[in-house]
């Protein structure tokens, strides 16, 4: 599987664009952009190296070949408003574990989100994928509905997790495809 893997969305002026690690600097606007996510689970705001991280970080036995991370563009400017970052057979074969789902703040409530994860859902399906997992922070009860309203089912509780300068409990949740 290409790391510049593209699947269609079904909300027009928008474009997923697979990105891979030298595409970090075109991530930092993003990551400003969603600092309030950041702080959230962070303890502070993004710095240059954050968007770096998210092509160096792996779950346990996986590797960057295990890494997908798919951006949202605009059409129109080529601006990168969203990012949906996923591990490939984690945390068994089968399944894949959405790491991060980021929309711009001042685009959020638009459908862009919703729109990013069926086009994956339906991506996925296609690659014979029968699970997706991810976790939450139980700090941010805007994604805990948001996930659950996917048709997510809690799994289990973890934690407390360090990120950054925070400690969060984090509930995973599941659903089948």
């Known amino acids: 599987m290409d790391k510049t893997t593209k699947f269609p969305i079904s909300l027009s002026g928008y474009e997923i664009e697979g990105l891979i690690g030298t595409d970090a600097p075109r991530l930092a606007p993003l990551y400003q952009a969603c600092s309030d996510y950041i702080e959230l689970e962070r303890g502070q705001p993004p710095d240059p190296a954050s968007a770096s991280e ?42 894949w574990w959405i790491a991060l789902l980021m929309i711009d703040k001042a685009l959020r409530g638009r459908g862009l989100a919703r729109a990013l994860c069926d086009g994956l859902f339906t991506w996925l399906k296609s690659q014979h994928v029968q699970r997706v997992e991810l976790g939450v922070i139980t700090e941010n009860v805007q994604a805990l509905g948001f996930w659950q309203a996917r048709g997510f089912e809690p799994i289990r509780m973890a934690g407390p997790v360090s990120i950054g300068a925070k400690q969060h409990m984090v509930q995973a949740f599941g659903r089948s495809l």
């Not at 996986?62 to 563009?73: I, P, Q, S």
């Open 54 to 95: 998210e092509f160096e970080n792996f779950p346990p036995s996986r590797t960057e070949a295990d890494k997908f991370v798919f951006g949202l563009r605009a059409a129109d400017d080529g601006q990168l408003v969203g990012l949906l970052a996923c591990d490939r057979d984690y945390p068994s074969v089968g399944c």
